[in-house]
């Protein structure tokens, strides 16, 4: 669609008289240069920002601790805290829910877990109703903790740097990144490399912590070729030679009445471009002096590509190949490969394939590519690599979220533009203030370094990118399985895309901008960098399902489940035994497996271990208890007056043993008799009643569970005047020794 507010139309006419094509250079704003003040050092603190509270994750357990003498018989067995099978099915009766043992901690208290996650809210109801029960002495949500949130940087400077700041506490600020919350979660990793594709870097004070080597000049690599113009027909290094292993910026004025690029026009000065894009990304942090990046760890390598007069695409192309850890002719092999590569560069050109092939090749290895909109207030197709695959193309916003008044745009379904982050905006849109731009590292130099070790407001999608691969890099040092080889390398730039583009704010409406962002004309929406790093940090919350009951021979399917956080999905599930008879399982990397129940089996358990798409995991576990089947074919006949005689079936393969209980018929409760081991097929029940009839159960039984009971039932003989059975006749005196050889406690015969 056509843009056609009246302020647009204006800046378009001061646009035009600028003449002429711009070569490949760095991307800042007319007005991206330092200030009519560059800002030394303060010695006032930055002031502290309101740190945000970290939302409670779902509970999934329980802490259950017992009144010591509330259970006398558990009190009698010497532990009177100990979780009883009748404690749990209590206090799960008074939860509303199955709750499983989990383990016994410290302070004689018990964890258990929940049949389903919970809400912190819920799950403290749920704890008050637990508490209320007679026996229990507390019980409390198992809720999760973490590092105290980090206090924002000590630095002077950090004040002025509202781009960094939380919108929600900052007022006007709504355009800015929202790094306090990040920085709960981390502040960054020297593991995490970051190449900065731009003029070069000075040894600033508040850079040198983080430069690899420790020093502009061992931080990286000169892909400069040309050291006069009159070689290169363009670009020139300005530091006496072509490519070297020093990438120092010897600063990119441009000569007066320089043919290629300035023909006619007056000497410019040195903007120190590289070391202000490398300062957002990572300046030193809580050192007392100047601002902060927004990684304070990272490891910056510098990749000079641009010197006067810009710099060209095949030397460009070179720096991201070399930056990536490919073979560039003539160049040592990098030897810190970049996971993340920062182009706040640019020119009018389609995608070149020779650039696009570069770019490729990093994405292949792993390497994230950051690159500026453009600040040409035009249609970001028109220029290169912005318009190129495989990249994050960045917009850039004022102050209070409005489209910078220089940023290149989408239009028409393009989507070149991945989001948009703070760029700032000096225009008169925002009153013209230095203080609305980004504030980082600088010199006070015109052609060469002064070496002040100073800093300065620039304003640009130059300044908005950094801001974006400094994020990047919090997210990777958030989440190590992202560059360790867990989440495939050529996988991990889209995942970061997408997980950017996943998390962003909505664009303000009615702000100080040129105009209002859309997400037809500047990316889906503002960065957010504490919603970008949580993205990637928060881990899975798996389920295994409940504990179940099983049998012997039974076919059993496990019914696992997960769930991740709202800009993530589960990648996986695999099931693993970890305890009991082994079993078979079909489908273990599925969520639901299934298995069938080996006849020995006790108890089983089953672990389920879920890895979501950034490669982070969870583990739950399952207790399968395997009842034993029950004896069949109980008989009981009667021997005589005395003695009852029980026969049966073992059916059973996992019994420790059998249990026989036996009452008078016609009620009462069964008192046990017997405990036989393993392998029993009968017993015989002596010293009884003549005349009465008794009522008998029998079942299996191991440490986990019991078997339901066999019944039967069968009355004594009557007896004689001599004390013998009825039934005896005849041989009294064989009766009573038979009688005595059958009056054993254990009848045995082993299954066939």
């Given at each position: 669609?056509?843009?056609?507010k009246?302020?647009?139309?204006l800046?378009?006419?001061?646009?035009?008289?600028?003449?002429?094509?711009?070569?490949?250079?760095?991307?800042?704003?007319?007005?991206?240069?330092?200030?009519?003040?560059?800002?030394?050092?303060?010695?006032?603190?930055?002031a502290?920002?309101?740190?945000?509270?970290?939302?409670?994750?779902?509970?999934?357990?329980l802490?259950?601790?017992?009144?010591?003498?509330?259970?006398?018989?558990?009190?009698?067995?010497?532990?009177?805290?100990?979780?009883?099978?009748?404690?749990?099915?209590?206090?799960?009766?008074?939860?509303?829910?199955?709750?499983?043992?989990?383990?016994?901690m410290?302070?004689?208290?018990?964890?258990?877990?929940?049949?389903?996650?919970?809400?912190?809210?819920?799950?403290?109801?749920?704890?008050?109703?637990?508490?209320?029960?007679?026996?229990?002495?507390?019980?409390?949500?198992?809720?999760?903790?973490?590092?105290?949130?980090?206090?924002?940087?000590?630095?002077p400077?950090?004040?002025?740097?509202?781009?960094?700041?939380?919108?929600?506490?900052?007022?006007?600020?709504?355009?800015?990144?929202?790094?306090?919350?990040?920085?709960?979660?981390?502040?960054?990793?020297?593991?995490?490399?970051?190449?900065?594709?731009?003029?070069?870097?000075?040894?600033?004070?508040?850079?040198?912590?983080?430069?690899?080597?420790?020093?502009?000049?061992?931080?990286?690599?000169?892909?400069?070729?040309?050291?006069?113009?009159?070689?290169?027909?363009?670009?020139?290094?300005?530091?006496?030679?072509?490519?070297?292993?020093?990438?120092?910026?010897?600063?990119?004025w441009?000569?007066?009445?320089?043919?290629?690029?300035?023909?006619?026009?007056?000497?410019?000065?040195?903007?120190?471009?590289?070391?202000?894009?490398?300062?957002?990304?990572?300046?030193?942090?809580?050192?007392?002096i100047?601002?902060?990046?927004?990684?304070?760890?990272?490891?910056?390598?510098?990749?000079?590509?641009?010197?006067?007069?810009?710099?060209?695409?095949?030397?460009?192309?070179?720096?991201?190949?070399?930056?990536?850890?490919?073979?560039?002719?003539?160049?040592?092999?990098?030897?810190?490969?970049?996971?993340?590569?920062?182009?706040?560069?640019?020119?009018e050109s389609?995608?070149?394939?020779?650039?696009?092939d570069?770019?490729?090749?990093?994405?292949?290895?792993?390497?994230?590519?950051?690159?500026?909109?453009?600040?040409?207030?035009?249609?970001?197709?028109?220029?290169?690599?912005?318009?190129?695959?495989?990249?994050?193309?960045?917009?850039a916003?004022?102050?209070?979220?409005?489209?910078?008044?220089?940023?290149?745009?989408?239009?028409?379904?393009?989507?070149?533009?991945?989001?948009?982050?703070?760029?700032?905006?000096?225009?008169?849109?925002?009153?013209?203030?230095?203080?609305?731009?980004?504030y980082?590292?600088?010199?006070?130099g015109?052609?060469?370094a002064?070496?002040?070790?100073?800093?300065?407001?620039?304003?640009?999608?130059?300044?908005?990118?950094?801001?974006?691969?400094?994020?990047?890099?919090?997210m990777?040092?958030?989440?190590?399985?992202?560059?360790?080889?867990?989440?495939p390398?050529?996988?991990?730039?889209?995942?970061?895309?997408?997980?950017?583009?996943?998390?962003?704010?909505?664009?303000?409406?009615g702000?100080?901008?040129?105009d209002?962002?859309?997400?037809?004309?500047?990316?889906?929406?503002?960065?957010?960098?504490?919603?970008?790093?949580?993205?990637?940090?928060?881990?899975?919350?798996?389920?295994?399902?409940?504990d179940?009951?099983?049998?012997?021979?039974?076919?059993?399917?496990?019914?696992?489940?997960?769930t991740?956080?709202?800009?993530?999905?589960?990648?996986?599930?695999?099931?693993?035994?970890?305890?009991?008879?082994?079993?078979?399982?079909?489908?273990?990397?599925?969520?639901?497996?299934?298995?069938?129940?080996?006849?020995?089996?006790?108890?089983?358990?089953?672990?389920?271990?879920?890895?979501d798409?950034?490669?982070?995991?969870?583990?739950?576990?399952?207790?399968?208890?395997?009842?034993?089947?029950?004896?069949?074919?109980?008989?009981?006949?009667?021997?005589?007056?005395?003695?009852?005689?029980?026969?049966?079936?073992?059916?059973?393969?996992?019994?420790?043993?059998?249990?026989?209980?036996?009452?008078?018929?016609?009620?009462?409760?069964?008192?046990l008799?017997?405990?036989?081991?393993?392998?029993?097929?009968?017993?015989?029940?002596t010293?009884?009643?003549?005349?009465t009839?008794?009522?008998?159960?029998?079942?299996?039984?191991?440490?986990?569970?019991?078997?339901?009971?066999?019944?039967?039932?069968?009355?004594?003989?009557?007896?004689?005047?001599?004390?013998?059975?009825?039934?005896?006749?005849?041989?009294?005196?064989?009766?009573?020794?038979?009688?005595?050889?059958?009056?054993?406690?254990?009848?045995?015969?082993?299954?066939?």
């Amino acid at each position: 669609m056509l843009r056609s507010k009246w302020k647009r139309t204006l800046l378009g006419c001061s646009l035009l008289t600028a003449g002429g094509l711009l070569p490949l250079t760095a991307i800042a704003a007319p007005a991206a240069q330092p200030q009519a003040a560059q800002l030394g050092k303060t010695k006032s603190r930055a002031a502290t920002a309101a740190q945000a509270t970290r939302v409670q994750p779902p509970v999934t357990q329980l802490i259950v601790k017992f009144k010591p003498a509330a259970d006398a018989r558990a009190a009698a067995a010497g532990d009177a805290y100990a979780m009883t099978d009748r404690r749990l099915a209590n206090i799960s009766a008074a939860a509303g829910m199955s709750l499983a043992y989990r383990r016994p901690m410290s302070g004689n208290a018990h964890v258990l877990k929940l049949a389903q996650p919970l809400s912190a809210a819920e799950a403290a109801a749920l704890a008050a109703k637990v508490s209320q029960q007679a026996d229990v002495a507390y019980a409390e949500p198992d809720y999760w903790m973490f590092p105290a949130a980090v206090p924002p940087p000590a630095d002077p400077g950090y004040a002025s740097q509202w781009h960094y700041h939380d919108p929600a506490t900052s007022g006007y600020y709504a355009g800015a990144a929202n790094l306090p919350a990040a920085w709960d979660i981390t502040t960054g990793s020297s593991d995490v490399v970051v190449a900065v594709i731009d003029t070069g870097v000075l040894n600033h004070e508040d850079l040198q912590g983080n430069l690899i080597g420790g020093s502009a000049a061992t931080s990286g690599y000169d892909m400069i070729s040309y050291a006069s113009a009159a070689n290169s027909g363009g670009a020139v290094s300005n530091d006496g030679d072509g490519r070297d292993g020093d990438p120092t910026d010897p600063g990119d004025w441009i000569a007066a009445n320089e043919p290629n690029c300035n023909a006619g026009g007056s000497q410019t000065t040195s903007s120190w471009h590289g070391t202000h894009v490398a300062g957002t990304i990572g300046a030193v942090a809580n050192n007392g002096i100047g601002g902060s990046g927004v990684a304070w760890q990272v490891s910056l390598q510098t990749v000079r590509a641009l010197g006067s007069c810009g710099g060209s695409t095949s030397d460009i192309a070179d720096a991201i190949a070399w930056a990536a850890g490919e073979t560039v002719i003539g160049a040592p092999v990098n030897p810190n490969p970049a996971h993340v590569i920062n182009m706040s560069l640019g020119g009018e050109s389609a995608c070149g394939q020779a650039t696009q092939d570069a770019i490729n090749a990093a994405v292949a290895r792993g390497a994230t590519v950051v690159v500026a909109a453009g600040n040409e207030y035009r249609w970001v197709g028109y220029f290169s690599p912005a318009n190129c695959q495989n990249v994050i193309t960045v917009g850039a916003l004022g102050p209070d979220g409005g489209e910078a008044s220089y940023s290149n745009w989408d239009a028409g379904g393009s989507s070149y533009i991945a989001l948009s982050a703070p760029g700032g905006d000096q225009s008169f849109y925002y009153g013209s203030l230095s203080s609305n731009g980004v504030y980082s590292t600088l010199d006070g130099g015109t052609t060469t370094a002064a070496e002040d070790d100073s800093y300065a407001f620039y304003q640009g999608t130059s300044m908005a990118t950094p801001h974006v691969s400094g994020i990047v890099a919090l997210m990777l040092a958030a989440n190590p399985k992202l560059t360790d080889g867990t989440v495939p390398a050529d996988e991990v730039p889209a995942l970061i895309k997408a997980k950017l583009q996943a998390t962003v704010r909505d664009f303000p409406t009615g702000t100080s901008g040129i105009d209002d962002c859309t997400t037809e004309w500047c990316g889906v929406g503002m960065v957010d960098a504490a919603g970008a790093v949580a993205a990637v940090s928060t881990a899975p919350s798996a389920n295994a399902g409940s504990d179940q009951t099983v049998a012997p021979g039974q076919t059993v399917s496990l019914s696992g489940s997960a769930t991740d956080d709202a800009h993530g999905s589960i990648a996986s599930y695999a099931w693993t035994q970890t305890a009991g008879v082994t079993a078979t399982l079909t489908g273990a990397n599925t969520a639901t497996p299934s298995f069938t129940v080996p006849a020995t089996a006790t108890t089983m358990t089953f672990r389920l271990r879920v890895t979501d798409d950034v490669g982070l995991t969870a583990n739950d576990s399952v207790t399968l208890t395997v009842t034993p089947p029950a004896p069949t074919g109980l008989t009981a006949t009667a021997n005589g007056a005395a003695q009852i005689d029980l026969a049966w079936t073992d059916a059973s393969g996992n019994e420790t043993g059998f249990k026989v209980e036996r009452r008078v018929a016609g009620g009462g409760a069964y008192a046990l008799v017997a405990t036989l081991p393993a392998d029993s097929v009968g017993y015989s029940d002596t010293g009884l009643t003549a005349s009465t009839s008794y009522e008998y159960q029998v079942y299996a039984y191991h440490d986990a569970a019991s078997s339901t009971v066999a019944t039967a039932s069968a009355t004594t003989a009557a007896a004689t005047d001599d004390g013998s059975s009825s039934g005896g006749g005849g041989g009294g005196a064989l009766g009573w020794l038979s009688l005595a050889f059958l009056a054993v406690p254990l009848l045995r015969r082993r299954k066939a």
